[in-house]
Protein backbone atom coordinates (compact mmCIF):
# COMPACT_ATOMS: atom_id res chain seq x y z
CA UNK A 1 0.00 0.00 0.00
CA UNK A 2 1.76 3.30 -1.19
CA UNK A 3 1.63 6.04 1.22
CA UNK A 4 0.50 9.68 0.19
CA UNK A 5 2.72 12.32 1.27
CA UNK A 6 2.49 16.07 0.49
CA UNK A 7 4.26 17.41 -2.65
CA UNK A 8 7.53 18.79 -1.61
CA UNK A 9 7.43 22.46 -1.20
CA UNK A 10 10.45 24.26 -3.05
CA UNK A 11 12.07 26.57 -0.80
CA UNK A 12 11.62 29.63 -1.38
CA UNK A 13 14.03 32.17 -1.02
CA UNK A 14 14.52 33.73 2.76
CA UNK A 15 15.03 37.64 2.87
CA UNK A 16 18.61 38.24 4.15
CA UNK A 17 18.80 40.08 7.76
CA UNK A 18 21.50 42.86 7.71
CA UNK A 19 21.67 43.58 3.60
CA UNK A 20 21.69 46.57 1.87
CA UNK A 21 18.41 47.39 2.75
CA UNK A 22 18.69 46.77 6.55
CA UNK A 23 22.14 49.03 6.06
CA UNK A 24 20.13 51.88 4.58
CA UNK A 25 17.31 51.67 6.50
CA UNK A 26 19.56 51.87 9.68
CA UNK A 27 21.38 54.86 8.38
CA UNK A 28 18.13 56.71 7.31
CA UNK A 29 16.99 55.87 10.89
CA UNK A 30 20.19 57.59 12.48
CA UNK A 31 20.52 60.00 10.50
CA UNK A 32 16.77 60.92 11.08
CA UNK A 33 17.34 60.63 14.74
CA UNK A 34 20.74 63.33 14.45
CA UNK A 35 18.70 65.84 12.53
CA UNK A 36 16.05 66.04 15.12
CA UNK A 37 18.57 66.37 17.82
CA UNK A 38 21.38 68.86 15.51
CA UNK A 39 17.80 70.60 14.06
CA UNK A 40 16.92 71.64 18.15
CA UNK A 41 20.20 72.38 18.54
CA UNK A 42 20.38 74.94 15.48
CA UNK A 43 17.17 76.44 16.09
CA UNK A 44 17.34 77.02 19.66
CA UNK A 45 20.90 78.69 18.92
CA UNK A 46 19.96 80.57 16.40
CA UNK A 47 16.71 81.61 16.69
CA UNK A 48 15.84 81.77 20.15
CA UNK A 49 18.79 83.02 21.75
CA UNK A 50 19.29 86.13 19.76
CA UNK A 51 18.88 89.56 20.68
CA UNK A 52 17.21 91.09 17.67
CA UNK A 53 13.59 91.30 16.89
CA UNK A 54 12.03 88.60 15.05
CA UNK A 55 14.76 85.85 16.25
CA UNK A 56 16.74 87.07 13.54
CA UNK A 57 20.84 87.09 13.38
CA UNK A 58 22.50 89.91 11.70
CA UNK A 59 25.59 88.93 9.42
CA UNK A 60 28.26 89.93 11.28
CA UNK A 61 26.13 87.95 14.33
CA UNK A 62 26.50 84.83 12.22
CA UNK A 63 30.40 85.28 11.49
CA UNK A 64 30.69 86.15 15.29
CA UNK A 65 28.55 82.71 16.18
CA UNK A 66 30.49 80.30 13.74
CA UNK A 67 33.78 81.56 15.49
CA UNK A 68 32.98 79.08 17.89
CA UNK A 69 34.08 75.56 16.91
CA UNK A 70 31.71 73.86 18.60
CA UNK A 71 29.00 75.50 16.73
CA UNK A 72 31.16 74.88 14.12
CA UNK A 73 31.22 71.57 14.14
CA UNK A 74 27.36 71.20 14.92
CA UNK A 75 26.06 73.19 11.44
CA UNK A 76 28.58 71.16 9.80
CA UNK A 77 26.95 67.75 11.58
CA UNK A 78 23.65 69.28 10.64
CA UNK A 79 24.62 69.72 7.08
CA UNK A 80 25.83 65.74 6.65
CA UNK A 81 23.13 64.56 8.56
CA UNK A 82 20.51 66.80 6.50
CA UNK A 83 22.21 65.51 3.37
CA UNK A 84 22.64 61.22 4.61
CA UNK A 85 18.55 61.39 5.17
CA UNK A 86 17.94 63.54 1.86
CA UNK A 87 20.18 60.82 -0.59
CA UNK A 88 18.73 57.67 1.21
CA UNK A 89 14.92 59.23 1.18
CA UNK A 90 15.53 59.86 -2.77
CA UNK A 91 17.08 56.70 -3.25
CA UNK A 92 13.90 54.84 -1.55
CA UNK A 93 11.27 56.90 -3.77
CA UNK A 94 13.38 56.22 -6.74
CA UNK A 95 13.89 52.22 -5.58
CA UNK A 96 9.75 52.06 -5.20
CA UNK A 97 9.86 52.24 -8.86
CA UNK A 98 11.54 49.00 -8.89
CA UNK A 99 14.37 49.39 -11.47
CA UNK A 100 16.66 46.87 -12.45
CA UNK A 101 20.21 45.55 -10.70
CA UNK A 102 21.93 48.04 -13.46
CA UNK A 103 19.66 51.13 -12.49
CA UNK A 104 19.91 50.55 -8.75
CA UNK A 105 23.73 50.47 -9.42
CA UNK A 106 23.33 54.08 -11.11
CA UNK A 107 21.02 55.77 -8.62
CA UNK A 108 23.45 54.27 -5.92
CA UNK A 109 26.35 55.99 -7.45
CA UNK A 110 24.48 58.99 -8.78
CA UNK A 111 23.39 59.57 -5.17
CA UNK A 112 26.26 59.15 -3.31
CA UNK A 113 28.35 61.49 -5.74
CA UNK A 114 25.65 64.46 -5.00
CA UNK A 115 26.08 63.52 -1.48
CA UNK A 116 29.46 63.87 -1.21
CA UNK A 117 29.31 66.81 -3.90
CA UNK A 118 26.91 68.76 -1.72
CA UNK A 119 28.39 68.38 1.91
CA UNK A 120 31.92 69.28 0.08
CA UNK A 121 29.71 72.46 -1.25
CA UNK A 122 28.37 73.29 2.14
CA UNK A 123 31.67 72.76 4.23
CA UNK A 124 33.81 75.22 2.07
CA UNK A 125 30.76 77.91 2.76
CA UNK A 126 30.78 77.03 6.41
CA UNK A 127 34.66 77.41 6.50
CA UNK A 128 34.71 80.27 4.57
CA UNK A 129 32.31 82.27 6.93
CA UNK A 130 34.27 80.86 9.58
CA UNK A 131 37.14 82.29 8.20
CA UNK A 132 35.63 85.60 8.05
CA UNK A 133 34.74 86.24 11.61
Keep these: MAVARPPERSAAPRPRRGGRSGRAWRWTAGSGLALVVLAA ?27 NPV ?10 AVTIH ?10 DLD ?5 RRRIDVGLSVLGVATVA ?7 TLAIRA
Excluded: K, N, S
Excluded at 99 to 103: E, T
Excluded at 121 to 127: D, N, Q, R
Design 41 to 67: VHLVAQHFVVDETGGMRTYQQVLDYLA
Design 71 to 80: ILAVEGGLLV
Design 86 to 95: AMLGVRGILL
Design 99 to 103: PGPRA
Design 121 to 127: YGLVLLV
